[in-house]
């Protein structure tokens, strides 16, 4: 099984270009501090990589 991992919009998405929100709202975030959970695999990872200056990441154990 994959670990799990807790990601938590921090900053927001007003004024960043629009590939990035829409990685954010294809993450299921809509709102600052919303948090949704995720399995750790290689698309996750990659979109939060890809907004790492707008989120915050736990790991799940």
């Known amino acids: 099984m994959a670990k799990k991992i807790s990601v938590k919009l921090i900053r927001s998405t007003i004024g960043q270009k629009p590939k ?8 299921g975030l809509k709102k600052i501090n919303s948090t949704v959970e ?13 907004v790492a200056h707008l989120v915050e990441v736990k790991e799940i154990s």
């Open 20 to 27: 990035v929100t829409a990685t954010v709202r294809s993450m």
């Open 38 to 50: 995720h399995e750790a695999t290689a698309p996750i990872l990659g979109m939060v990589a890809a």
